[in-house]
């Protein structure tokens, strides 16, 4: 079945920074990657997709990228500010299920 | 006005209780989740309900039963509870399986 991995586990950047988030998957099947964010005592939210028949997207000061062949895809996110900090995390949808596949989460400290 | 309402948001218990969760979503949405979230951030799917129907029964164990009363309702209810079902328990829908996920804010379970 699918697996996610997610690094790092941990990220502290320098406030007006950029942050990089990388997530692998090992199902060449799964067509659809989305990113949440989760503030402390909320529910993930979703920040950003992407299907398999893009390469990358970007909303404002977020984007992600994918690609196919090495299965990985990342999420970016420049001049990160202090509401930036959250944990984040990657997902993967095989497509044949009703199932998110989802990796174990990043939490991004933005330091003033 | 809220999207994916969950409650309670806060229920501590002794062991050994029988408690339930309630979830409602207003989105629409043909499918509905619950997820645990253990003190390590880990997202784990527990069960999922496309149309009423149930779609995903992961392994978790029986005392655990989820009723879905029609599509825009998911409630969980649990017995016999036990130490280690302290979490936060997530509710989520999605219109089909190829969408973002829309989450609750959570119920934070202590079972004392």
């Known amino acids: 079945g699918e697996n996610v991995e997610q690094h790092p586990s941990t990220l502290s950047v320098q406030e007006g920074d950029s942050a990089v988030i990388k997530c692998t998957y090992s199902d060449s099947a799964s067509n659809y990657f989305p990113w949440y964010k989760q503030e402390l005592g909320k529910g993930p939210q979703l920040i950003i997709d992407i299907r398999s028949n893009v390469g990358e997207k970007k909303d404002q000061r977020i984007a992600v990228t994918l690609n196919k062949t090495a299965k990985h895809f990342s999420l970016h996110i420049t001049e990160t500010q202090p509401e930036d900090s959250a944990v984040y995390f990657c997902a993967a949808s095989p497509g044949s299920n009703y199932q998110l596949i989802w990796g174990a989460g990043t939490k991004l400290i933005i330091k003033p | 006005d809220t999207a994916v309402s969950q409650t309670p948001k806060y229920l501590v218990t002794q062991m050994g209780n029988d408690k339930s969760i309630k979830c409602e979503q207003n989105?629409?949405?043909?499918?509905m989740y619950w997820y645990k979230q253990d003190s390590k951030k880990f997202l784990k799917i527990m069960f999922s309900?496309?149309?009423?129907?149930?779609?995903i029964n992961e392994t978790v164990p029986n005392r655990f039963s989820p009723k879905s009363p029609d599509k825009a309702h998911l409630n969980l209810h649990i017995n016999s509870l036990e130490l280690g079902d302290s979490a936060v328990y997530f509710c989520?829908?999605?219109?089909?399986?190829?969408?973002?996920?829309?989450f609750g804010s959570g119920t934070r379970l202590t079972v004392v």
């Open positions: 309900y496309n149309n009423k129907e149930l779609i």
């Open positions: 989520a829908s999605s219109q089909g399986n190829h969408y973002g996920y829309t």
């Open positions: 989105l629409g949405h043909d499918t």
